[in-house]
């Protein structure tokens, strides 16, 4: 005999039992069927597009029995002839919105039922930029050691033209802020950087920022906590500079007891080990 505890829809399947003796052996299996009110999820609370584009809606579905899913937009059923509604792999819903317009952009609910509950999950369609990601590193520095290069990536399909960039050291309350102007590099793809100056060596920093086009503005990036090395780099070649300076003291006297030996006079080495210790 097998007990669950505490059973949810993972534990529905087949079970197989096996039981064998001096005799011979016997198998039989169970189907165990769980029954469950709907359960979703979303593959994006918001989803940015542009007047004239196509957008699609995703709610992921599980129930037992099997949910009937409808879909609102602001309170009302949606039209079927402006919109497509599409189950894939039983349950996976997409409301396909064909070219976008206006009075599309808005909050959409994903509604699911069956004989044990109700479910329901909402989504954003909006003309607004993409949720900036932040693609630098967790460390590093500029061009000098109080400097950091910041670097970000968004969606926009109508012209951005400005992102918002608010930066602070960690355990602070006051954020530094600054606007920056937008330029896409490919169709609708946005990809910045800018350098952030006058930076407090061997400190961690946090970092966000937003853009903005006609719409309005985008969710700002998640958090993105930074190390600025400045000094950290500098003491590390400080340390290494006089261990350089003994490697070069002892490749000169090997040189120097090379020639003796040969009965040549020695050149000092200054520059490179590949240099010729001595004079012909």
Not at 13 to 21: K, L, P, Q, R, S
Not at 226 to 241: C, K, L, M, P, R
């Amino acid at each position: 005999m097998i007990t669950f505890e505490t059973v949810s829809r993972h534990h529905a399947g087949i079970y197989e039992c096996f039981a064998e003796n001096e005799i011979g052996s016997a198998r039989t299996a169970i189907n165990l069927q769980i029954l469950y009110p709907p359960e979703i999820e979303t593959e994006a609370e918001t989803v940015s597009t542009g007047q004239g584009f196509n957008a699609d809606l995703v709610c992921l579905v599980h129930a037992e029995p099997k949910a009937t899913v409808v879909w609102y937009k602001e309170g009302r059923k949606v039209d079927s002839d402006k919109h497509e509604a599409v189950e894939r792999m039983s349950h996976k819903y997409i409301l396909h919105v064909k070219g976008v317009t206006e009075m599309d952009f808005g909050d959409y609910q994903c509604v699911a039922n069956n004989s044990l509950g109700r479910n329901n999950k909402n989504i954003f369609l909006s003309g607004t930029p993409s949720q900036p990601v932040i693609q630098s590193g967790k460390s590093g520095h500029g061009k000098d050691p109080h400097s950091y290069n910041l670097v970000w990536e968004f969606q926009s399909h109508s012209p951005a033209d400005t992102c918002k960039l608010r930066y602070k050291k960690v355990g602070d309350d006051d954020w530094m802020e600054m606007e920056l102007t937008s330029e896409g590099n490919s169709p609708h793809i946005y990809t910045a950087s800018h350098t952030l100056q006058e930076l407090t060596p061997s400190t961690d920093y946090v970092a966000t920022l937003a853009a903005h086009n006609s719409h309005g503005w985008s969710k700002p990036a998640q958090n993105h906590e930074f190390h600025v090395n400045g000094n950290d780099i500098q003491s590390q070649e400080a340390d290494t500079e006089p261990g350089a300076k003994a490697v070069e003291s002892i490749v000169n006297k090997l040189f120097f007891v090379h020639c003796l030996k040969l009965e040549l006079p020695a050149l000092r080495h200054t520059t490179s080990f590949m240099q010729t210790p001595c004079a012909l």
